[in-house]
């Protein structure tokens, strides 16, 4: 079973590898659907984001019930705990949304922009996010399901005068949980767009560049992470 929100608008589903897709939102108001995520023992239950709301379906997409609205809500990504799956993580522009009860409720952790945010494989109390903070980021890890969460920079990407962080997503290596790889985007100096990818091999607690040189933005020179 695989899930596809459209940036137009539209929530798919296929049952058959892509084959073919079935209309899962002709019955609802909608808009671009900008998060999708499928529980992970049940294919039945998923949880996707659109029009300032989550919505929620416990039977595949047959019926969809809203889980939570906020004015102007615009979720990123969601992480969902495969040890207690009631434990849902949202990283949202307007910051860290959380439930420990399925959807049933949720609640803000923090109130910054939020772009990525990932379980650490295996440990499903462990999560990684990364924040906006002014011109720069944060990379975040919560080691109680999301209830708290601590900063850790060392070694990471800060901007230089006339620069920003515009984006983030996070990759956790599946085969070595402690491997974590963060991509950024930015804008200003000679980024155009592209920051760098940065790995840390503890789990966040330290970072490196991934590019030969330590280079930062686009550079002439193609490297493999």
Avoid at 86 to 91: C, D, E, F, G, R
Avoid at 148 to 158: H, K, T
Avoid at 179 to 194: D, E, H, I, K, P
């Amino acid at each position: 079973v695989v899930l596809a929100g459209g940036e137009s608008g539209g929530l798919y589903r296929t049952t058959d590898k892509g084959l073919n897709w079935t209309t899962l939102t002709q019955g609802i108001t909608h808009g671009a659907f900008t998060a999708v995520k499928s529980h992970p023992t049940d294919e039945q239950t998923f949880y996707a984001a659109t029009s300032g709301k989550i919505i929620k379906s416990t039977n595949g997409g047959a019926t969809l019930t809203t889980s939570f609205s906020f004015s102007g809500l615009d979720v990123r990504e969601f992480a969902i705990s495969t040890t207690d799956p009631n434990v849902i993580i949202a990283a949202c522009e307007e910051g860290i949304l959380r439930t420990t009860n399925g959807g049933a409720s949720w609640s803000w952790i923090n109130t910054s922009n939020t772009w990525t945010v990932k379980q650490k494989p295996g440990d499903g109390t462990t999560f990684f996010a990364i924040r906006k903070n002014g011109a720069g980021a944060d990379f975040l890890t919560s080691t109680d399901s999301g209830g708290s969460w601590s900063v850790s920079n060392s070694g990471l990407y800060q901007p230089m005068t006339g620069e920003a962080v515009t984006g983030a997503i996070i990759a956790v290596c599946p085969s070595e949980p402690a491997r974590v790889y963060a991509y950024f985007c930015g804008s200003g100096s000679n980024l155009s767009g592209f920051i760098g990818v940065f790995k840390s091999i503890n789990s966040g607690a330290s970072w490196s560049n991934t590019h030969p040189t330590s280079a930062i933005g686009n550079s002439p020179t193609e490297y493999s992470v």
